[in-house]
């Protein structure tokens, strides 16, 4: 599944005020604890991050160049 912004949105704002029932749209998810929601924040961030990764959004690893040069005697 995809999430978006708003999904993380959601969470984050039920985490804020204490709560562990989140409603997105038509549906409406409680969670058994506190902790099991911050994990589900987790989740979503890295399914953010890697989708960003994979459309060219966010810089996957970088490149490294390296010139070397001598005189050649």
């Known amino acids: 599944?995809?999430?978006t912004q708003a999904h993380l949105d959601a969470l984050e704002a039920a985490l804020a005020k204490g709560e562990r029932?989140?409603?997105f749209g038509d549906k409406t998810v409680e969670y058994r604890s506190i902790e099991?929601?911050?994990a589900a924040i987790r989740a979503v961030k890295r399914d953010l991050f890697e989708q960003?990764?994979?459309?060219g959004?966010?810089?996957g690893a970088?490149?490294?160049i390296r010139v070397t040069t001598s005189k050649g005697f």
Do not use: G, S
């Open 52 to 55: 960003a990764v994979a459309t």
């Open 62 to 64: 970088p490149r490294q």
């Open 57 to 59: 959004l966010w810089p």
């Open 36 to 38: 099991e929601l911050q």
């Open 21 to 23: 029932r989140v409603t």
């Open 1 to 3: 599944m995809a999430y």
